[in-house]
């Protein structure tokens, strides 16, 4: 009799290791289906695991002679004193669950957020990741963004670029925001139905600022930005309006200088050897498809 629940215990603890990946596998499958936002589908499917998981171990105890309602009663207790004792990560949990179900964001936005800025890579139980633009990853509390004001920078497929240009007093207003205008209606990428604009706005001691900004699409901020400034300040040279310079005092220094060399030339360059990392077989991700295909390829070869 021994033997036998052995044999059941084993037979149940395979099979539903299996059923557990395949059901999660066809989850993701029918939410990729559906419209959901990929954070929504990642967090849902985060959830059938923890209950698929929770049922399959009540089964395997339930398998060798353990009863379960003491297990579900000392289960509730422990929740409530675990609750006592993480309110914050409580707090954490139930703000991921408003961040998902108002869809503050999605993944992909660009967002800043108590300093932080970045793009969003993921949203779990407790917290909020993001990649920076220098490639860190900084990992917030959720509580702390539904706290916080968040400035979603990716929320609409335009965004507006905005710049300011100083330039001495003595030159041609005029002259000036034609050639902003010139240089922001020279880029394709710049919308020409929302019309690039830029007047005089602050008069400064040394200075004259125009404030400029034009229009383009999200992807396209980045790249709009530098060709702005880059060619604004060669036709600046080129029309001689000159950028002010703040005033510093020079003395010229009599003395030899000299600069001491440390070490040899810069070595001749080695490239790294770097490993591909192979993808083990995962029943929660594997396409099914895939691996009848392979055996039909096999089966052909054999005949």
């Not at 800025?117 to 900084?138: A, Q």
Request: aromatic share 10%; glycine share 4%.
């Amino acid at each position: 009799m021994d033997i036998w629940k052995i044999i059941w215990f084993a037979v149940t603890f395979v099979i539903g290791l299996i059923v557990i990946k395949i059901l999660i596998n066809l989850t993701k499958k029918i939410l990729n289906k559906t419209k959901m936002e990929k954070i929504t589908q990642q967090f849902l499917v985060t959830v059938v695991k923890f209950v698929l998981y929770l049922v399959w171990i009540l089964i395997l105890l339930s398998q060798i002679g353990v009863e379960i309602t003491g297990i579900l009663t000392a289960f509730s207790a422990a929740i409530l004193a675990v609750g006592m004792a993480l309110q914050n990560n409580i707090a954490n949990i139930a703000n991921g669950i408003v961040i998902i179900t108002t869809q503050l964001f999605k993944k992909g936005d660009y967002i800043v957020v108590d300093g932080v800025e970045g793009s969003i890579t993921d949203i779990n139980f407790l917290f909020t990741t993001l990649i920076t633009f220098d490639n860190k990853k900084v990992t917030l509390p959720n509580s702390t963004i539904v706290n916080s004001n968040v400035i979603n920078l990716g929320a609409n497929p335009t965004r507006r670029v905005d710049f300011t240009f100083s330039v001495a007093h003595e030159s041609n207003v005029e002259l000036v925001k034609k050639i902003v205008k010139d240089v922001m209606k020279s880029n394709g990428k710049i919308y020409l139905t929302k019309p690039p604009f830029c007047r005089l706005s602050i008069i400064n001691k040394s200075s004259i600022d125009f404030a400029a900004n034009c229009w383009c699409d999200n992807e396209d901020y980045w790249e709009v930005y530098y060709y702005v400034i880059e060619n604004v300040f060669n036709e600046f040279k080129r029309n001689n309006i000159s950028v002010p310079y703040n005033k510093l005092e020079i003395r010229e220094r009599k003395d030899e200088v000299k600069m001491p060399v440390v070490g040899n030339s810069l070595p001749n360059r080695i490239e790294k050897v770097r490993e591909i990392k192979q993808s083990k077989f995962d029943l929660e991700n594997v396409e099914f498809t895939k691996i009848f295909k392979r055996k039909n390829k096999k089966n052909k070869k054999i005949d």
